[in-house]
């Protein structure tokens, strides 16, 4: 089971603080998780700037020019929020049994691992 899914909210634990132009401490949810290259791309976290090529659209319209898009960062450099403390923590799974029409199964459920000091 994973550790980060899509819809996360993460925060960013390493590389240079924001005083010197990092992403360090930034909060945002989780847009994709790329599992083949062990990438999430987060909202608002990691901005590139992508020259793209001008064109035309079916109605005419001009496109191109210079975005701004978020690049994936390495799953290692995140860290799942803990919803009650806003602070970064480690993710456990424990098995819970769930009924359903009078059957019982054994389902995986995530929860958030007890946050002591920053990660």
Do not use: C, W
């Amino acid at each position: 089971m994973a550790k980060i899914k899509k819809g996360d909210l993460v925060q960013v634990i390493s590389g240079a603080t924001q005083a010197r132009g990092g992403d360090r401490g930034k909060q945002g949810r989780v847009i994709e998780v790329l599992t083949e290259q062990n990438r999430v791309i987060v909202e608002g976290v990691n901005f590139v700037t992508k020259h793209v090529r001008v064109g035309q659209t079916q109605r005419g319209s001009k496109t191109g020019g210079i975005e701004t898009v978020e690049a994936p960062i390495h799953v290692s450099n995140v860290a799942v929020v803990d919803p009650e403390t806003k602070k970064p923590t480690r993710v456990g799974h424990r098995v819970e049994q769930q009924t359903k029409d009078g059957v019982t199964k054994d389902v995986r459920v995530r929860y958030a691992k007890k946050s002591g000091k920053d990660l």
